[in-house]
Every structure is written in C-alpha cells, then in structure tokens.
C-alpha cells in the first residue's frame, strides 16, 4: 500500500519526500482502518469531480478526494497521524528497507501501474483503491516479498 500511495502521490505532483511521507501516511490509516477505525473524516463541502491534488489551508491536505493532516517540520511538510510525523527518511527505514536491494525495481513497477490509469482514477480515494490497489494487492505482496528473500 505505502509504495503504490506513494507512487499515486508522485505521480500527482508531489515532491518525492512528500510523496513518501503520504504513501507512508496511508498505509499506516488504511492498516488502522482494517483493525476496526470506523471514522473516516471527509472533509466538509467536497464534492463533485475533483480535478487536482490541493492544498488545504493549515493542516489539512487533500490528494484529489483524500484528506490527511500534515505538519511542518522545517521547511518541508509531512503527514501525521496521531502526532506522529511520517517523514521520508521513516519510509526508507519502513518501506525501502523491507525491499532492500529491489527497492528501485519495486518503484519503478509502481509507477507504472500507476501511470496506466487516468488522473482521475488516481484523484479518487475510492476508485484508487478498488481499481488500483485491491485487485493486485496480493499478487504485488508475494511477488515483492520473495524477491526480498
């Protein structure tokens, strides 16, 4: 999940440490989610297609119809969750690492998945996970985790 998010946010204007920072974001809400977190907020007076990834004012970020909180930390902006910033030295120590060597490779096929499918695919929380994520979720994890072996 963090490596495809973080592609989709890349591939959607986001600098690469912001790009991680979401994709780590993600994996860490979605995973929270899946335990038993049954709020997810949606931020008010959205609605219709949405055309762009934007910016909130203050801490709230939008990546098309998706919402997170993010923080500064110096000059950069992060995700959080809880508090807890997810910076893109904590996606090398939590993502990359798990790939180790294969990591590049692993990107670079994330990204193309990702640019097979159109911005607003891409723009939509819900069609980016069921489209994107879900039908090759399983087949990505056995595959990237046996070549991590």
Same mark, same amino acid.
Request: hydrophobic share 40%.
């Given at each position: ?12 204007? $986001? ?23 049954? *709020? *997810? ?16 004012? &203050?801490?709230?970020? +939008? ?15 992060? $995700?959080?969750?809880? &508090?807890? +910033? ?9 993502? =990359? !690492?798990?790939?180790?060597? *294969? ?5 670079? =096929? ?11 695919? +891409? +723009?939509?929380? !819900?069609? $980016? ?21």
């Amino acid at each position: 999940m963090a490596t495809l998010q973080a592609a989709r946010a890349s591939e959607l204007g $986001f600098a690469d440490s912001r790009a991680k920072s979401w994709g780590l974001n993600r994996a860490i809400f979605y995973a929270a989610a899946k335990r038993g977190f049954k *709020h *997810h907020a949606k931020p008010p007076g959205r609605g219709g297609v949405v055309q762009k990834a934007v910016a909130l004012a &203050g801490t709230e970020y +939008l990546l098309g119809d998706e919402m997170a909180y993010a923080a500064r930390k110096g000059r950069r902006v992060y $995700f959080t969750i809880g &508090g807890q +910033l997810q910076t893109d030295a904590d996606f090398k120590r939590k993502i =990359e !690492s798990r790939f180790g060597k *294969h990591f590049p490779a692993a990107w670079k =096929e994330a990204i193309a998945i990702i640019r097979q499918y159109p911005k607003e695919v +891409l +723009l939509s929380q !819900s069609q $980016f996970f069921n489209r994107v994520y879900r039908p090759r979720r399983d087949e990505l994890a056995a595959k990237w985790t046996e070549a991590s072996e």
